[in-house]
């Protein structure tokens, strides 16, 4: 694995030959409008990357770009690896190795994610204070490269306070209202039984998804500060289950989408 890690970083030092950013995106289903916001040097699609998995979620090919927010140098994921599509763990979390051994110090990630808290509605966004880790295969399990990290990584604050305090700041100054909980990563691909909602709802959790979790693990065992946000396409909600679908979570993030391009813009370019 190492050296696949190794291997992948040196080719896009060759192919993106400028300073390397040390902060890094992740974007999320139907939330790729921020990529507008970004100054392009370089984009490269995932099929042209040695070692990278290729996604297949609705025929589009993922792609890595390089370039800038504001005066911040960024690399941004559009498009990334869910367990679901088939992907092993090592696979999903593969592009976060890359970024790690790029340099990059800082992630931000954001994803669709169902509703449990009673209090949410659709549309709204959530910042990530915490997680609970439902998926069936740990991202570090086998074999510890002490080099990526050590065996047994803290996890007592995954989410950065400091980032998150910024973020409800800057949402604050734009009347944006946000909400903070706890992300429960799911591997999918089902939506929720109402079972499950309450279920994740009783143990603790505000929001429900397919992602992110296990990328933000292999994040916090390079040492990277993170930043994850979810915005609320559907809702779990006890009494108000509704049915789910991939197209009604993608006109949701849709619409829920500037407030979160502008947070996450002001955000990368401040902190
Ligand atoms: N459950 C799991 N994943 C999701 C959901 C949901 O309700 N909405 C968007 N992604």
Redesign the pocket.
């Known amino acids: 694995m190492l050296h696949q890690i190794q291997e992948t970083a040196a080719f896009l030092k060759k192919v993106f030959p400028h300073p390397m950013p040390e902060t890094a995106i992740i974007l999320g ?1 139907g939330l790729g409008e921020l990529v507008n916001h970004i100054d392009i040097t370089k984009e490269i699609a995932y099929e042209d990357i040695p070692h990278f998995p290729v996604s297949t979620v609705e025929g589009h090919s993922g792609k890595l770009i390089f370039g800038s927010l504001g005066r911040k140098g960024i690399v941004a994921m559009q498009g990334r690896f869910h367990f679901y599509e088939g992907y092993d763990m090592k696979q999903v979390t593969f592009p976060v190795r890359v970024m790690k051994e790029l340099g990059i110090k800082h992630l931000f990630v954001s ?4 509703g449990m808290n009673p209090d949410f509605a659709v549309g709204d966004l959530m910042i990530i204070r915490d997680h609970i880790n439902l998926f069936p295969e740990h991202p570090l399990r086998g074999r510890n490269f002490e080099e990526l990290g050590v065996r047994f990584p803290d996890m007592s604050e995954v989410y950065s306070k400091r980032l998150i305090g910024k973020a409800v700041q800057i949402a604050a100054a734009h009347d944006i209202v946000v909400r903070q909980g706890v992300y429960v990563g ?1 591997q ?1 691909p089902t ?2 039984t109402p079972a499950e909602y309450r279920y994740f709802r009783i143990i603790g959790g505000d929001a ?3 992602s992110t979790v296990p990328e933000v693990i292999v994040a916090r065992h390079g040492g990277m500060e993170v930043f994850a946000i979810s915005v609320i ?2 809702l ?1 909600v006890e009494g108000i289950v509704e049915k ?1 679908s991939h197209e009604e ?1 993608q006109k949701a993030a849709a619409a829920a989408q500037p407030k979160m391009s502008l947070i996450m813009k002001e955000l990368i370019e401040q902190f």
């Open positions: 289903t994803n669709a994610a169902g799911t999918g939506f929720e429900v998804g397919m396409t559907d779990g789910a979570v």
